[in-house]
C-alpha cells in the first residue's frame, strides 16, 4: 500500500529546495521506489529559461544516477514560493515523457491542492506513449 500521505508530505518540503527566481513559482516531488526509498526533487531554473529543470526530472535523475530503476509513485505539489499549496500542480509532457522512459503505466501520479489528494496513472496521463519498446525492431 503505498502512503499517499507521506509521499505528499515529502513533496511539499521538497519545495523548500526549490531555485525559481525567475517564475517564482515552487515545486516538490518525493519519488517512491521500489525498494521503499523516497526521493525528493524541486525545480532548478535558469536565466537561459530553457535550461529550466522540473522538480519531477530533478527526483528521476537524482534517483537513476543513485541505481534505482524501479519506481511506484510520485507526489508532485506546486505554488507560488512563499505561498502555500492551494490548487493542483500536474506534471508537464516533457516529465510525463520522463517517467515513461521508467515507470511502468500502473505507476501512480499524486497531486495535492492543501486539500485533497488525486491519484492518476501514468497512463492516464500519457496514454499512447512512445517508449523504448517502440525502438526494438
Ligand atoms: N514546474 C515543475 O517543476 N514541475 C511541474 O510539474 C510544472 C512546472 C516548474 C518549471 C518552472 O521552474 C516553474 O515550475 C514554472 O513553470
Redesign the pocket.
Known sequence: MIDRKMLVDAALGARAGAY?PY?K?C?GAALLCADGEVIIGA?V?NSSYGG?I???RVALTSAVVNGKRDFKAIA?V?APCGESVGAY????GI?RQFMAEFCAGDFEILLFDGKEIKAYTLDTLLPAAFTKKDLEI
Request: net charge negative; hydrophobic share 30%.
Open positions: 525559481s517564475s513559482f515545486v525545480n531554473e529550466t522540473c522538480a519531477e508532485i506546486g500542480c500536474a506534471p508537464c516529465c
